[in-house]
């Protein structure tokens, strides 16, 4: 209902600004979709929207009418949907689209007028060669973090104790202890995950340095979920910082699906109720090797709940199908129910959340906060 309100009112209330968008989309599914809907409810504050992205993973124009579509040559024509290196995937990404994205940003400044001003670039964050490219034309630059801000806050807070450069993995894992800050994050699960790929490492260090550049933070949360992680991330980078996600409760749905929806699970998730399926999925990027798909299998049947678990094809290093590396305890366990019960959240917490999408509550004030930002640039 405030999703449709917010639409409604933002539209019929809105005048054009004058102003445009350039929006930098990161070329997989789970950057595409929070950087379309972004890009939707800055329209509905009546900035003009300009999409620009890679071939690679081209999403679906026609189900944004209102936004200008600009592709760029990005180098990955032979690179896999799910690449098995994905810093390299970006460091490839970044060093194709600079100078084509240079030379586009030049091209509209010179052919603007007063009613269609661009206002600034809005990057994902993972596309950091934005930044660079704002800073050189002297426009503001605002990076984008299409997931939690704890993410982030990993990347900028996982230095060496001493402050001095990034932890060195082949020192004792035990200095992890002195970062204080990540309090129940597992920071020991999180470094061993890029320990030993040095592209990770120096992608890593370019990103916090990049966002340190950045005229502000867009982060794809909800103020009251993680008041106490975006304090600490604005503490360290010293820049505005704006949740107003999560950004698919406010825009509308419209897919931007790169592959074929697959909805037979829908007759089953129909006769569950609400709010007791619990969902695993870890999106179009993210790999993992054969001991922790077990695992995750194991604790999915110890739980003795039923689930909706997606596997990607070539989600499991080395492996493109993954059915006959799972136990037989874990197939008796779907045949017999077809998935896992999720304890429901707390009443309080969902009134919280609700509160947050209202007018009153802090999307509307973060997002407010953002506009005026970027008209006062």
Not at 47 to 63: D, G, Q, Y
Not at 243 to 249: A, M, Q
Not at 279 to 292: A, I, L, P
Not at 338 to 351: S, V
């Amino acid at each position: 209902m405030e999703k449709q309100k917010l639409m409604m009112m933002e539209k019929e209330e809105a005048k054009r600004h004058g102003r445009r968008l350039v929006l930098v989309v990161y070329p997989f599914q789970g950057h595409i979709n929070p950087m379309l809907q972004l890009a939707t409810i800055l329209y509905s504050k009546g900035f003009s929207i300009t999409v620009l992205h890679p071939e690679f993973n081209s999403p679906n124009h026609s189900n944004h009418p209102d936004f200008t579509f600009v592709s760029i040559p990005d180098g990955l024509s032979n690179v896999s949907a799910s690449p098995r290196d994905i810093g390299a995937t970006i460091s490839a990404i970044n060093r194709s689209c600079e100078a084509p994205f240079q030379r586009y940003m030049e091209q509209i400044l010179e052919a603007e007028d007063r009613h269609d001003r661009v206002a600034g670039v809005i990057y994902d964050g993972f596309m950091h060669f934005a930044q660079r490219v704002a800073n050189h034309l002297k426009l503001p630059g605002i990076t984008v973090r299409t997931s939690a801000a704890a993410s982030l806050f990993v990347f900028a807070v996982s230095r060496h104790p001493d402050g001095h450069g990034y932890l060195p993995f082949q020192d004792s894992l035990s200095q992890l202890d002195k970062v204080p800050e990540l309090e129940a994050l597992k920071l020991k699960n999180i470094i061993e995950s890029v320990a030993g790929n040095p592209t990770l490492l120096e992608l890593r260090a370019i990103l916090t340095e990049t966002t340190k550049n950045a005229s502000a933070i867009i982060v794809n949360t909800i103020h009251f979920l993680e008041q106490k992680t975006l304090t600490k991330v604005q503490e360290y980078f010293a820049i505005p910082i704006f949740p107003i996600g999560p950004f698919h409760k406010l825009a509308p749905s419209s897919s931007s699906s790169l592959l074929e929806e697959d909805n037979n699970c829908i007759s089953w998730l129909d006769k569950q109720a609400p709010e007791s399926v619990i969902y695993v999925s870890f999106g179009s990027m993210t790999s993992m090797d054969e001991n922790e798909l077990l695992e995750i299998a194991s604790g999915l049947v110890s739980s003795e709940q039923p689930f909706l678990w997606v596997v990607r094809p070539g989600s499991v290093r080395g492996l493109e199908w993954v059915e006959e590396l799972l136990p037989e305890s874990f197939w008796k366990r779907v045949e017999d129910s077809e998935g896992l019960e999720m304890r429901q959240r707390a009443k309080g917490l969902k009134e919280k959340a609700n509160f947050c999408l209202s007018e009153d509550g802090s999307f509307y004030n973060a997002l407010n906060e953002l506009v005026q930002l970027i008209l006062s640039s």
